[in-house]
């Protein structure tokens, strides 16, 4: 035998261990053992039959809930067992409400409490009413989207999509009573942040933990969120390797699109909005990171979701609409598209980590293997199959060196006529060498393919 999550030991006893009964009530019930030291050792109590006879209405009196008292007998020591169910309404002690985690008792405050006596009650955090706010203040475009995106993924009655948003909230079950709820708002208020801080989302990018290059905030509502951190994250934190089959330009970005897409789905709809800290994403040359606040269902561990799990979102009420947009699945597999996505693209298995923080996901992007002693334009001219004559070489290679060059100077610095470097200019670029990037005059050269 062992202290555990229902099981804990006390020498003798004192009033203040009435805060292990309330906790055990909270929580998942258990025994408190008076009569056993630290170690385990039976070293009993004296005066156990008066305690057997005053503890059942002490606990009933200060607690408000019955618990059973046993007298028990080990190597000629008494003890008390003192035996508590689990009860399905929060229990205080001298107004405080603790609770039993692992092997410890915890004083729940702040957003934790509110979490717990939401539970007790059979709600959650995205299905508390707010006030002053109805569907007229709700983003128009933002149903239109919706409407079109459920109409795909065939998972609304097209009957419901035809409706007003305001019926269309009550069939998602964003309503309670005559208020919305705080899912509603999130996922449709055009300004959420009014009502929870810190509902936005934080990108950067590092080249190292503590070297910040650029960074940039995403805000509106859950479904603007979801389209303008992918659209961010392509277009300007990712590197996209160039290949060529025959005359096509093909692009592939660092990670694959299906395992970004879960992963900040699953950011999103898992977060735990109380805690009025942003999502952050951070990108390096070698990873990304996704972190959100939140954890893992009760008496979840890390590796099950390795493995096949049931579905059990942190914010049912968003994780339901995110399902009827098409967007996320209602079976648990988020995680492990993730997984298979990564596989599937040749690159690390992701990790997940989760502490007192918050959740991390990180996945490694592909490891670069360069080829020593080549130059530049040599990698690019056998990644198209060819070798680049000498002048096209030199011309690259200015270009690679200084992007602000212009023509008149190219043909200077290389003994050629303005003629001859546009013609090889005009090639080179048509072959994906090289890109203009911004207007003729201010603008740079951008050798691609490195």
């Given at each position: 035998?062992?202290?555990?999550?229902?099981?804990?030991?006390?020498?003798?006893?004192?009033?203040?261990?009435?805060?292990?009964?309330?906790?055990?009530?909270?929580?998942?019930?258990?025994?408190?053992?008076?009569?056993?030291?630290?170690?385990?050792?039976?070293?009993?109590?004296?005066?156990?039959?008066?305690?057997?006879?005053?503890?059942?209405?002490?606990?009933?009196?200060?607690?408000?809930?019955?618990?059973?008292?046993?007298?028990?007998?080990?190597?000629?020591?008494?003890?008390?067992?003192?035996?508590?169910?689990?009860?399905?309404?929060?229990?205080?002690?001298?107004?405080?409400?603790?609770?039993?985690?692992g092997s410890t008792k915890q004083e729940l405050k702040g957003?934790?409490?509110?979490?717990?006596?939401?539970?007790?009650?059979?709600?959650?955090?995205?299905?508390?009413?707010?006030?002053?706010?109805?569907?007229?203040?709700?983003?128009?475009?933002?149903?239109?989207?919706?409407?079109?995106?459920?109409?795909?993924?065939?998972?609304?009655?097209?009957?419901?999509?035809?409706?007003?948003?305001?019926?269309?909230?009550?069939?998602?079950?964003?309503?309670?009573?005559?208020?919305?709820?705080?899912?509603?708002?999130?996922?449709?208020?055009?300004?959420?942040?009014?009502?929870?801080?810190?509902?936005?989302?934080?990108?950067?990018?590092?080249?190292?933990?503590?070297?910040?290059?650029?960074?940039?905030?995403?805000?509106?509502?859950?479904?603007?969120?979801?389209?303008?951190?992918?659209?961010?994250?392509?277009?300007?934190?990712?590197?996209?390797?160039?290949?060529?089959?025959?005359?096509?330009?093909?692009?592939?970005?660092?990670?694959?699109?299906?395992?970004?897409?879960?992963?900040?789905?699953?950011?999103?709809?898992?977060?735990?909005?109380?805690?009025?800290?942003?999502?952050?994403?951070?990108?390096?040359?070698?990873?990304?990171?996704?972190?959100?606040?939140?954890?893992?269902?009760?008496?979840?561990?890390?590796?099950?979701?390795?493995?096949?799990?049931?579905?059990?979102?942190?914010?049912?009420?968003?994780?339901?609409?995110?399902?009827?947009?098409?967007?996320?699945?209602?079976?648990?597999?988020?995680?492990?598209?993730?997984?298979?996505?990564?596989?599937?693209?040749?690159?690390?298995?992701?990790?997940?980590?989760?502490?007192?923080?918050?959740?991390?996901?990180?996945?490694?992007?592909?490891?670069?293997?360069?080829?020593?002693?080549?130059?530049?334009?040599?990698?690019?001219?056998?990644?198209?199959?060819?070798?680049?004559?000498?002048?096209?070489?030199?011309?690259?290679?200015?270009?690679?060196?200084?992007?602000?060059?212009?023509?008149?100077?190219?043909?200077?610095?290389?003994?050629?006529?303005?003629?001859?470097?546009?013609?090889?200019?005009?090639?080179?670029?048509?072959?994906?060498?090289?890109?203009?990037?911004?207007?003729?005059?201010?603008?740079?050269?951008?050798?691609?393919?490195?």
């Amino acid at each position: 035998m062992s202290e555990s999550q229902h099981v804990e030991w006390k020498e003798s006893w004192r009033d203040e261990y009435l805060k292990w009964v309330c906790g055990f009530a909270n929580a998942d019930g258990g025994v408190l053992i008076v009569g056993r030291n630290d170690e385990g050792e039976a070293v009993g109590i004296a005066d156990a039959r008066q305690l057997l006879e005053t503890l059942p209405n002490k606990v009933r009196d200060l607690l408000g809930i019955i618990v059973d008292v046993n007298l028990v007998e080990e190597a000629g020591k008494q003890m008390l067992e003192i035996v508590v169910e689990p009860y399905p309404y929060p229990i205080s002690y001298k107004g405080q409400y603790h609770y039993r985690t692992g092997s410890t008792k915890q004083e729940l405050k702040g957003a934790a409490l509110d979490q717990f006596l939401l539970k007790k009650q059979g709600k959650r955090w995205d299905g508390v009413p707010v006030p002053h706010v109805t569907a007229d203040d709700l983003n128009a475009k933002t149903f239109d989207d919706f409407k079109a995106q459920a109409m795909k993924s065939k998972r609304v009655d097209e009957e419901v999509l035809g409706e007003s948003n305001a019926h269309l909230l009550e069939r998602l079950h964003l309503n309670d009573g005559a208020y919305l709820k705080r899912a509603a708002v999130l996922l449709f208020h055009p300004d959420p942040e009014r009502f929870v801080t810190g509902a936005y989302v934080k990108i950067g990018y590092f080249a190292s933990d503590d070297d910040l290059r650029y960074q940039d905030e995403v805000h509106g509502n859950l479904f603007e969120q979801v389209k303008g951190c992918l659209d961010l994250l392509r277009t300007k934190y990712m590197k996209a390797e160039i290949r060529y089959e025959g005359a096509q330009r093909i692009e592939e970005f660092s990670y694959p699109d299906a395992a970004l897409r879960e992963a900040l789905l699953n950011a999103i709809a898992h977060k735990d909005y109380s805690g009025g800290t942003p999502i952050q994403i951070s990108v390096y040359d070698n990873k990304m990171m996704f972190w959100n606040e939140g954890k893992l269902p009760e008496h979840w561990t890390i590796a099950q979701l390795s493995e096949k799990h049931p579905s059990k979102p942190h914010n049912p009420d968003i994780a339901n609409a995110f399902f009827r947009a098409g967007l996320i699945e209602s079976w648990g597999r988020g995680t492990l598209k993730i997984l298979k996505a990564c596989a599937d693209a040749g690159l690390p298995v992701p990790t997940y980590k989760y502490d007192l923080s918050g959740f991390i996901l990180e996945m490694p992007g592909k490891t670069r293997v360069e080829t020593p002693g080549k130059t530049a334009q040599e990698k690019l001219g056998e990644k198209l199959g060819e070798k680049l004559g000498e002048n096209r070489q030199a011309i690259v290679s200015a270009m690679d060196s200084e992007p602000t060059i212009t023509i008149t100077e190219l043909a200077n610095k290389l003994g050629l006529s303005t003629t001859a470097i546009e013609n090889n200019v005009k090639w080179l670029r048509e072959k994906g060498y090289i890109q203009r990037v911004g207007p003729a005059k201010g603008g740079y050269w951008k050798v691609l393919g490195e």
